[in-house]
């Protein structure tokens, strides 16, 4: 069977001070199905205090009939039209009258701000300054639990910390073989380009080496850290948070940071110096494999390697990844701890984490870099 | 009606459910008849929710198949499960709302999926959905932002949005007070009777079963297969089995009476 296209007709009748809304044909095809801001207007003329339905030529309905017919009545109602929904088919009665049942919320909602809205520098401060304070009560809750953990008093697991030590070491080791091998051979080939024009190929072996020891081994490890344990730190904890864990750790009596901040940093701190040994062993061997492509014998190679390396590289290296563990671990538990209860604040605590382990690395490599250049060491 | 008469709509044939060599529950075969408020009961890891998500195609029979309209879904292929799945409306035991999204854009994204509405017959049609769940005017809040019934009822509006023909709850009155859940039984009762569609719903809450379901299947954990299919009240008088009688009117210990 063919029923014509959607349609309404408003029909008003001044002397019985009704308004009759005449809905004919098939109400399925979107395309075809009229629109309320197309009856909208002629509602807003009416002058009369009553609206009934006819529905004797109406066809297949659907859903959008249902919204339609929702629209007209709540604007009317809005407007003080009684509107009577007799007419209507038996279902869609129905229908609009649970719709109607609970009358609509009305959200006091601040005013959108426009795009070209600035924030007030004050503001910024403000926000800036409450992140700060934040930061340190964290940094300050850690070294309280750090006292506790000292004085035997502290409620950290043992076997947490043997857990997450396994993860960010032994778990590791794959994707540090493989970075710091290339790390090392890229240091090689930037030294092999420059030092073979000055007839000084086998300083290759002096540049990875103290390039290694002293900056690459400990920021690239730490950089891989930061983007594997670190984000996994915020997620853990994020969703510890979302799942109410943490809530529950808290009315354990248990303090959250000795319970699970306090092993996870601890972890990171042992793993990362060993990380970073491991890791300088391997680029030293992938600068040895641009070497060998230059012609320097592997004798050559590690003869003048061993003379370069000095305590003093070695020490500052792992001062370095020292300070690294502690700053990735606190940016990753802290996102993590203050992450929003749902799985978007989970991603935003994770995304937090890495953005702000980095920035702490670069600042502390430099500030670290600059005291040891005036100390001469 | 006998039941000759009425349309099956859903039917179980012989369904195995496992894990692994782990064996769920066995021989399950039943029919859903259209128009059913069809409840799947039984103690706890009997195994209800598992059947749901076979039903869903979430996991997949051991043995067996599930026939919906006469079509095995078990033995279709992916295009044509998601085309049988487009008439499911699916609410999960936590609601399943995208939190990130308001209830506005939950409800929007099956409608912008799989339909050709305008821009703005979506906002209509929003509205009147979220309205039919007395959620009218909350379309700007996310679901972190209002109270646990009130997210299931927005998920359960995210569900009928595409007015589908078969609706399935995961225990839709889960963690809400005895009124709100009450609410939601009468809100599921009306809707269905309204849009004419078959529910198939997984509860253990007894006031629930006898206030909505006419027909029910009941799994039972001992010996892995259903043990009793009918109407909840009559299981209640005339089951024949002792299990199925206690559990419809919460007597204590098996054996007991039986």
């Known amino acids: ?377 | 009606m006998t039941d000759d008469e009425r349309e099956v709509h859903i039917e179980v044939r012989e369904l195995t459910m496992a894990f692994g060599s782990n064996v769920i529950q066995r021989d399950l075969s039943f029919p859903v008849y259209r128009g059913d408020i069809f409840v799947i009961m039984g103690g706890s890891g009997c195994g209800k929710s598992t059947l749901l998500k076979h039903m869903l195609g979430l996991l997949e029979p051991a043995a067996g198949e599930i026939l919906y309209t006469g079509t095995s879904f078990t033995h279709a292929s992916s295009e044509e499960r998601d085309a049988m799945r487009r008439s499911w409306g699916i609410t999960y035991q936590s609601g399943g709302l995208f939190s990130a999204m308001t209830l506005e854009q939950n409800v929007s994204l099956p409608l912008q999926l799989y339909t050709d509405y305008t821009a703005a017959q979506i906002r209509d049609v929003v509205r009147y959905k979220l309205s039919l769940v007395g959620l009218g005017g909350f379309e700007s809040y996310y679901p972190s932002e209002i109270s646990g019934g009130m997210n299931k009822r927005a998920a359960l509006a995210r569900a009928i949005a595409l007015d589908p023909q078969i609706l399935f709850f995961d225990e839709p009155s889960a963690g809400l007070d005895p009124i709100s859940s009450r609410l939601l039984d009468d809100l599921i009762l009306q809707l269905t009777e309204s849009i004419g569609a078959t529910v198939v719903m997984v509860t253990h809450e007894l006031p629930s079963i006898f206030a909505i379901a006419n027909n029910s299947v009941y799994l039972d954990a001992s010996t892995r297969t259903m043990i009793g299919y009918g109407d909840p009240k009559q299981l209640r008088e005339h089951s024949e089995e002792a299990v199925v009688r206690q559990f419809l009117t919460r007597s204590a210990a098996a054996g007991e009476t039986g």
């Open chain 1, 1 to 377: 069977m063919n029923q014509p296209a959607a349609g309404f007709e408003l029909d008003t009748d001044k002397a019985s001070n009704t308004a009759t809304l005449r809905l004919y044909g098939s109400w399925v095809d979107a395309a075809s199905v009229p629109e309320f801001r197309d009856v909208r207007a002629q509602l807003t003329a009416l002058t009369v205090d009553n609206l009934h339905f006819d529905c004797d030529e109406l066809g297949d309905w659907t859903t959008l009939l249902m919204s339609f017919l929702l629209s007209c009545a709540s604007y009317c109602e809005e407007r003080g039209v009684a509107v009577d929904t007799e007419g209507l088919p038996e279902n869609a009665r129905r229908l609009l009258s649970i719709a109607t049942s609970v009358p609509a919320h009305q959200r006091q909602q601040p005013a959108p701000q426009p795009w070209w809205h600035v924030r007030s520098p004050s503001e910024a401060l403000r926000e800036l300054l409450d992140d700060l304070r934040v930061s340190l009560a964290f940094f300050g809750d850690i070294c309280i639990a750090l006292g506790a953990l000292i004085a035997g008093k502290a409620n950290t697991r043992f076997a947490d910390f043997r857990t997450f030590c396994y993860q960010s070491g032994p778990d590791a080791f794959a994707i540090i073989s493989l970075t710091s091998v290339l790390v090392g051979m890229i240091l090689g080939y930037l030294g092999a380009v420059q030092l073979q024009q000055f007839g000084a190929g086998i300083y290759v072996a002096d540049l990875v080496t103290i390039g290694l020891l002293r900056e690459m081994g400990p920021l690239m490890t730490a950089i891989v850290m930061a983007g594997r344990t670190g984000a996994a730190y915020a997620a853990q904890l994020g969703t510890m948070q979302a799942s109410e864990e943490i809530d529950a750790v808290r009315t354990l009596g248990v303090s959250p940071i000795e319970f699970l901040v306090i092993p996870r940093i601890l972890a990171l701190v042992v793993t990362m110096p060993l990380l970073t040994i491991y890791a300088n062993l391997l680029g030293i061997v992938g600068g040895g494999i641009v070497a060998g492509g230059m012609g320097i014998s592997l004798l050559q190679y590690s003869s003048q390697a061993g003379a370069a390396v000095s305590i003093a590289h070695i020490g500052i290296g792992l001062l370095k990844s020292l300070v690294f563990a502690v700053l990735i671990a606190i940016a990753g538990c802290r996102s993590g701890m203050q992450s929003g209860r749902n799985s978007a604040g989970v991603g935003r605590a994770a995304t937090e984490a890495v953005v702000t382990a980095l920035v702490y690395l670069i600042v502390a490599d430099a500030s670290i870099n600059i005291l040891f250049q005036h100390l001469g060491i």
